[in-house]
């Protein structure tokens, strides 16, 4: 057995995070610009640095995927964004569980992506995806974690640590939410 893959150009990735309940109904919340440092999720930033119509897009390749997948419950499914003449979104990951670049949903949203796959799996009625912040989620890597108390003294913040024990580099400990005014 083996694995092809290919080399993609692209010049971001997006994250949506979409629901899908028992009785069929779905919804996504809004797509995140994803940044890595190192090939590990480093920075979420809601919304998308991309035109409204290519984060739209994203959110509609989401909910096919889920519906023709009859998925029940929270998926992360990350993809390529390529601009240009052809613009291209290119799905590169299906996660079928809350994901890490949903994260932010905690702080940013009404109904968080963890209650609505409860929701979902449960055959409740899915809550609402929109956001009532703009966001910027970083994920707390190693050391990083250390800077706890100077992260949980800055206003419009919140500290979310993962009580994990040992630091090693790369390692997600913890994240923080930054939230803005809606743009």
């Not at 963890?114 to 707390?140: K, T, Y």
């Not at 992260?151 to 580099?169: F, R, W």
């Amino acid at each position: 057995p083996a694995i092809l893959e290919a080399f993609v150009e692209f010049d971001s990735e997006l994250s949506v995070i979409v629901a899908r309940s028992l009785d069929g109904s779905s919804d996504c919340y809004d797509a995140s610009t994803n940044v890595h440092e190192n090939h590990i999720l480093a920075r979420s930033i809601v919304p998308a640095d991309v035109a409204p119509a290519i984060a739209a897009d994203a959110c509609k390749l989401a909910l096919k995927i889920a519906n023709d997948l009859d998925y029940v419950g929270v998926m992360g499914v990350e993809m390529f964004y390529k601009p240009g003449g052809t613009a291209s979104l290119s799905v590169n990951e299906l996660a079928p569980r809350v994901h890490n670049s949903g994260h932010w949903t905690l702080d940013a949203c009404v109904v968080s992506q963890f209650e609505q796959h409860i929701r979902a799996i449960c055959g409740w009625p899915l809550g609402p995806c929109s956001r009532h912040h703009d966001v910027i989620m970083d994920n707390l890597l190693g050391d990083d974690v250390e800077e706890w108390a100077d992260i949980a003294a800055k206003p419009d913040t919140a500290l979310h640590l993962y009580g994990k024990q040992g630091i090693k580099p790369g390692r997600k400990l913890g994240h923080v939410t930054r939230l803005l005014p809606l743009t």
